[in-house]
């Protein structure tokens, strides 16, 4: 049930869309390219890994981030999307969520070849480590999906949630950091490089670098690895009780 309602919702998205799946990939390229003509053309920046050029390390950042971005938004706003199921007694509401994460886990998985693409054709020689970035696509899944049910069970009685989870993923963004490195505020500030690290997609966007350019493993990062499914155990458990707890009310809000 879960594969059939995830393939139908990645379907739906682009009903009555006269180029249907291209829509998908345009706005990820627009990205790419306007951080390229800033950061690289404009900014001359330098990404830390020598000899690879700014696009090649900036997009194993972006790639996790779309899919944390779309899942999180996504999983804001599924209790009303599926509204008709919530009023089923028999349908358990708890799957919509995961669903919805699986659908854009679909959309994630074609970037993944994408990506891999761009990087055999940049001249790349394959890692081992690109297996693992498997391994980080489940941490971005799991860290979403217990943000999403958080998020998704408040949104069902405060509408505005949407605004706030959207200010947030911005920040996110930004503080991950993704098309900059840390270096630049940490080599003067070494302060602040704890601070990056609270950040949990931090861990996420380093494991893909890691994976797919300096071909490091996760246990090789064993306290930021620690941190992050800590952090990330307590989110999904804190999110799922709020769920299960406000889940008798849905019905009545939407």
Request: hydrophobic share 55%.
């Amino acid at each position: 049930m879960i594969a059939q309602l995830a393939g139908s919702d990645f379907k739906k998205r682009f009903v009555g869309s006269y180029f249907g799946i291209i829509w998908m990939f345009v706005q990820p390229v627009v990205t790419v390219l306007i951080f390229f003509f800033i950061f690289q053309l404009g900014m001359k920046s330098v990404p830390p890994v020598p000899g690879v050029p700014y696009v090649v390390w900036l997009i194993p950042g972006l790639v996790p981030w779309f899919f944390i971005n779309e899942s999180i938004s996504g999983i804001t706003n599924t209790l009303n999307e599926y509204s008709y199921l919530v009023k089923k007694l028999v349908f358990p509401v708890e799957l919509l969520p995961v669903i919805k994460v699986c659908s854009c886990f679909l959309v994630h998985a074609c970037f993944l070849v994408i990506m891999f693409a761009v990087f055999l054709v940049a001249g790349r020689t394959p890692l081992v480590t690109w297996v693992q970035v498997l391994y980080y696509s489940f941490a971005a899944l799991t860290f979403s999906l217990g943000v999403g049910f958080f998020t998704a069970s408040v949104y069902a009685f405060f509408k505005d949630m949407t605004q706030i989870v959207s200010i947030c993923l911005q920040f996110g963004m930004w503080l991950a950091p993704i098309m900059y490195w840390e270096g630049m505020f940490t080599d003067s500030h070494p302060w602040m490089a704890p601070i990056f690290k609270l950040n949990p997609v931090y861990y996420i966007v380093a494991g893909y670098r890691d994976s797919m350019l300096t071909g490091n493993f996760f246990w090789e990062r064993p306290l930021n690895t620690l941190y992050f499914w800590v952090v990330t155990l307590l989110i999904f458990y804190a999110g799922l009780k709020v769920f299960t707890k406000l889940r008798p009310h849905f019905s009545d809000v939407l």
